[in-house]
């Protein structure tokens, strides 16, 4: 059975390809421009589609967009996605992996969210990755469709805002303003180091006997913000500073996700002090 990786020259995707190559899976890659194994330009009329979608293949979509431009929004992460599902219902692909966001659960506030939890995004992106969850659904309703694997993935430590943010502070000579609630708290969030994404996505890559499964992807201890500026600090930024700032009204002080039931299906090494593992496995993936 062949595995091709959508969107590999994106971050996630040099990720995910990275760990495939290290361990010799022999995973394709498909990208935009040369240098993936299969060159494609999304358009569903190119002919180099007809080398992706082939019978009893794997699709691993990791091609998305974000930000808050509604226009595009709509166009990578829903209608692209009907259209896949399509072709590959068509082609007789064997199971698809779909990268949705923790950004469609919104503020629930208190316990971990499960699967089920209502859908509430706050944003824009979050709106988009919920109305392609329910394309998805409504595509398993109304004909055949191959096995779909939704990954709700939250914050994936190296792609995160937050180093986003702290290298762009550090390149202007300031400090990284951290949230603090009245509690004395940093922001409390779930995250995934890329190697366990890699080693989560590699896992459920094989087909499945359900027509849609969801599934929330993160390790199963949460990371306080301000351990993991400590451990992006420690790994990546040595000269990294940061300054306490009241938490705006509004701001949820917890935002995490049960990892119930992907612990049946992946096992993952439960580590205490996530925030300095997942920093270990962004430095071990530089220049990635």
């Given amino acids: 059975m062949t595995t091709y990786l959508l969107g590999a020259n994106g971050r996630i995707g040099r990720t995910l390809h990275h760990h495939a190559e290290r361990i010799g899976l022999g995973w394709q890659t ?6 993936g194994d299969v ?82 995004p706050l944003n824009e992106y979050g709106e988009s990755k919920a109305r392609m969850e329910d394309a998805v659904h409504e595509a398993a309703a109304s004909q055949i469709i191959p096995a779909i694997s939704i990954l709700r993935i939250g914050n994936v430590a190296g792609s995160d805002s937050l180093l986003t943010a702290a290298r762009k502070h550090m390149a202007l000579g300031k400090k990284v303003p951290i949230h603090r609630f009245s509690s004395g708290a940093a922001p409390l969030r779930s995250y995934i180091g890329p190697h366990d994404l890699f080693t989560v996505v590699n896992a459920l890559s094989q087909p499945h006997d359900r027509s849609v499964r969801t599934l929330n992807v993160v ?57 300095f593992e997942m920093a270990r496995q962004v430095a071990q993936d530089q220049p990635l």
């Fill in 219 to 275: 390790a199963s201890n949460p990371v306080y913000l301000d351990d993991a500026l400590a451990a992006y600090k420690t790994y990546l930024l040595p000269e990294l500073e940061w300054t306490d700032t009241p938490a705006p009204k509004g701001t949820p002080e917890e935002i995490t996700l049960s990892t119930k039931n992907l612990d049946h299906l992946v096992t993952l090494p439960e580590i205490e002090d996530y925030a």
């Fill in 39 to 120: 060159q494609w330009s999304g358009d569903f009329h190119d002919p180099s589609c007809a080398d992706l979608f082939r019978h009893g293949t794997t699709l691993i979509n990791m091609i998305g967009q974000t930000g808050t431009n509604q226009e595009k929004l709509e166009a990578t992460n829903v209608q692209f996605v009907k259209s896949l599902i399509k072709r590959a219902s068509d082609t007789g692909v064997a199971h698809i992996i779909l990268a949705s966001s923790a950004a469609v659960y919104g503020d629930h506030g208190g316990a971990p969210l499960t699967e089920d939890a209502e859908l509430k």
């Fill in 30 to 35: 498909q990208t935009r421009a040369s240098g």
